[in-house]
């Protein structure tokens, strides 16, 4: 078992397995899919937003070259603690240039920069146009307009929904880790960071959970009024980590995988009767 465990630990993200990877949730009210992550220190941002390593689909390679944002391919979902949905993202959220944002940005806004192809990447408004983010492993301080890198971006205050600190505390939350690096980091990647400055809530770090066996999370990804598929973590932090990556593969393509393994695991049970 302690073998086991070892090797768990140095999976790669997507190779981590899942209890049970198939099926949908047309109602809601079946029975939930439980899925449980080990993550080694690998996983770290770096900011994930560098295109590291491939997910192949069905037939076809994630291609994360820089494409325009497509809201349409984006995954309206949402994550429940317990009876409580502490985060919830509807589908279609515009995004805008740099230039745009600044117009609109206050300090302690946490702000999304969206590629299609790529993971999203977070960061905290601090003013003066500039933000503090976590990036290739180092928390930094950039201007808006270098860190967004032509990607579009918005503001996403309100997708978590806990009580926010003053704004004042926010940015001193950013600014007093500006330079912090690689063992000294907290965060695995650039939404924790930025969601921890702007919450304060421990959940958001490496290790802010004890992972016991219970899994109070639940992650809804909804492709339809009918079609969705629920996930089961022990962490928030396992939560985001999962939520990320599929902002990252897009809507069309979760959808293509889930159907072909809900197909291969008809095939299997066919072959056994």
Known sequence: MGNQVEKLTHLN?????????????????????GVSYIFSNDDGDDDQDDNLGHFSSVNNAVSH?????????????????REE??????????????????????????????????????????????VVHLHRAE??????????QGKKGRIVNGLYRYRALPPEVIVRNALDHVGSRDRELYWRNSEC??????????????????RIG???????????????????????????????RN??????????????NQASALFCAAQTV
């Open 85 to 130: 949905c502490v985060y919830e993202r509807s589908t279609g959220a515009a995004a805008q240039s740099a230039e745009s944002l600044l117009n609109k940005c206050r300090p302690g806004d946490l702000l999304e920069f969206v590629a299609t192809g790529q993971y999203p990447h977070w960061a905290v408004y601090v003013g003066d146009f500039q």
């Open 247 to 260: 902002d990252q593969i897009g809507k069309v393509v979760r959808e293509a995988i889930l159907y072909s």
């Open 13 to 33: 993200y997507a190779e981590v397995p899942t209890s049970d990877p198939n099926g949908f949730d047309p109602d809601d009210d079946g029975p939930r899919i």
């Open 193 to 210: 960071f930025a969601a921890w400055c702007r919450f304060g809530k421990r959940e958001f770090k490496i290790g802010g959970e004890i």
């Open 65 to 81: 070259d820089e494409k325009p944002f497509d809201p349409q391919d984006e995954l309206e979902c949402a994550i429940h603690y």
């Open 214 to 244: 219970k899994q109070p999370y639940r992650l809804k990804l909804l492709f339809s009024e009918k079609k969705s598929h629920v996930l089961e973590f022990q962490s928030l932090e396992d939560v985001i980590m999962e939520k990320r």
């Open 139 to 148: 928390i930094k301080n950039n201007f808006l307009t270098d860190v967004s």
